[in-house]
Nanobody, 114 residues
Framework: QVQLVESGGGLVQPGGSLRLSCAAS????????MGWYRQAPGKQRELVAI???????NYGDSVKGRFTISRDNGKNTVYLQMNSLKPEDTAVYYC????????WGQGTQVTVSS
């Protein structure tokens, strides 16, 4: 099992930046594929970005070129750098660990508004 704790959410103006962090504990972090998902009110949870245990990355179409996922296996942490934020990026962001089951954090709110 793995426990995930997200941090770094908050209120930011359009065009601004935030960096989310997800700290993992309880298992061998480097074994896991890690991801960020988000869910806006009234919408389904959607993929934001994933990074495999080998370091390959994939992004949702709406965030390509603006968001960057990275991981630090020495710190058991995955990051999501979010730039050029838009109001439509407003959502609860969830950290995910996958191997072979899915584990989720509690979520962190990101609000993009002027």
């Amino acid at each position: 099992q793995v426990q995930l704790v997200e941090s770094g959410g908050g209120l930011v103006q359009p065009g601004g930046s935030l960096r989310l962090s997800c700290a993992a504990s309880g298992s061998i972090f480097s074994f896991y594929d890690m991801g960020w998902y988000r869910q806006a009110p009234g919408k389904q949870r959607e993929l934001v970005a994933i990074i495999t245990r080998g370091g390959s990355t994939n992004y949702g179409d709406s965030v390509k070129g603006r968001f960057t996922i990275s991981r630090d296996n020495g710190k058991n942490t995955v990051y999501l750098q979010m730039n050029s934020l838009k109001p439509e990026d407003t959502a609860v962001y969830y950290c995910n660990a996958h191997y072979p089951y899915d584990y989720w954090g509690q979520g962190t709110q990101v609000t993009v508004s002027s």
